[in-house]
């Protein structure tokens, strides 16, 4: 006989199963494929238990305390403050597992600088699989490797459902920095604000500046501009504007040698000259570096998937600033420009760069 509990896991599976075979099922995914991502979002709603009884967890030590106690915060600032959109999640923790939520696989043509992506109905085409079982992840990486593709197999701290389901805490969240909790969160929070189908580029770089910058407001408010959290994610940003302007050229130079008429050998043998001379150049960027977030790059080699990986979040921060910048540094200011620009058609990225010039154009001619 089903006990209420059972029941409620039983409809809460089920709940899983319909919108992700709903997504998936439509994009032709295998149906093994469909219910290991059923069963790993059903396990991780299933076992998360509320805040207040995590924080009764004699397993987690008082840092991490700390830090769930601190997120209810984050999410109340984020809304309030930056105008993220209001939500039911991380009201509950996942403590069952150190590991990161999830396995992330991306893929690309050798000789091309281009993404290979997964159509889905409800996000459009997606630059990356997510896979809750690394041995599944690893069977995918495989499959692509033979396919004679670059693929980088990562991990992702969090992710966001879209408000799909209510989305709880997970413990690699609570065993990490303050500053990186923070910023997560509210990048997680932007993706459920604004999120343009087949538009990856955009979507990671907008809520990779909200996060940042998100997370340095917050952390000035409720620390003060001295402490070393504050501190901390201040150089989280000088770094990542770092990084950006060493990975913008590296991307296009690889464009570049793509788009020409050598042969496939032969861009593939240049591109392993191209790869070494940004390694080399990176060893004096990482002297610079404040933070430890850049310093493994390129520590297992490169390729292209991995460059687009990383260029995925990275290689637009300048852009994005530049637009946060000319809406007075505000955030809220900010998220609604994007949104209003949404609604028009056209490359996002390309409309924003033409904005940015025209805006600045005007001025010029204005005397502003």
């Known amino acids: 006989m089903l006990t209420l509990v059972n029941m409620k896991s039983l409809r809460n599976f089920f709940t899983v199963l319909v919108v992700v075979s709903l997504i998936l099922l439509s994009s032709g ?10 069963s790993g979002q059903f396990r991780l709603l299933n076992d998360s238990v509320p805040v207040e009884e995590g924080l009764k967890n004699d397993s987690l030590k008082p840092e991490q305390k700390d830090r769930l106690l601190l997120v209810a915060q984050i999410k109340e600032f984020g809304e309030q403050a ?9 009201q509950k923790v996942y403590l069952k597992s150190r590991q990161n939520p999830i396995y992330t696989i991306s893929a690309s043509p050798k000789d091309r600088l281009v993404r290979k992506t997964w159509w889905f109905p409800v996000v459009g085409r997606m630059p990356y699989l997510g896979f809750f079982d690394l041995d599944r992840a690893s069977a995918k990486e495989a499959d692509l490797v ?3 593709l670059d693929v980088r197999l990562g991990m992702a701290d969090a992710y966001s459902t879209l408000g799909w389901f209510k989305d709880p805490v997970t413990l690699n969240l609570l065993e990490g920095s303050t500053v990186r909790l923070v910023e997560t969160i509210l990048h997680e929070m932007t993706h459920t604000t604004i999120y343009l189908k087949e538009e990856g580029e955009f979507n990671e770089s907008l809520a990779n500046l909200v996060g940042k910058y998100g997370a340095l407001l917050f952390l000035e408010r409720n620390y003060g501009f001295s402490h070393p959290f504050t501190v901390e994610a201040r150089k989280v940003i000088e770094d990542e504007r770092m990084f950006s302007a060493f990975l913008s050229p590296l991307l296009q130079s690889l464009v570049s040698l793509y788009g020409s008429p050598k042969s496939y050998n032969e861009k593939l043998v240049e591109r392993e000259v191209v ?3 940004a390694l080399a150049s990176f060893e004096q960027v990482k002297e610079s570096l404040q933070t430890d977030r850049f310093i493994y790059f390129g520590h297992s080699g490169l390729d292209n998937a991995y460059l687009l990986s990383v260029g995925l979040y990275h290689q637009h921060f300048h852009l994005f600033e530049a637009v946060f910048n000319k809406k007075g540094k505000s955030i809220k200011e900010t998220i609604e420009f994007f949104k209003e620009m949404a609604g028009e058609k056209g490359d996002i990225l390309a409309r924003t760069r033409l904005w940015l010039t025209q805006d600045g154009a005007e001025k010029a001619v204005s005397g502003g």
Do not use: M
């Open 146 to 148: 033979k396919a004679d």
């Open 82 to 90: 930056l105008g993220l959109k209001k939500t039911q999640n991380y």
């Open 275 to 277: 790869f070494s001379s």
């Open 29 to 38: 995914c295998r149906l093994t494929y469909l219910f290991h991502a059923a």
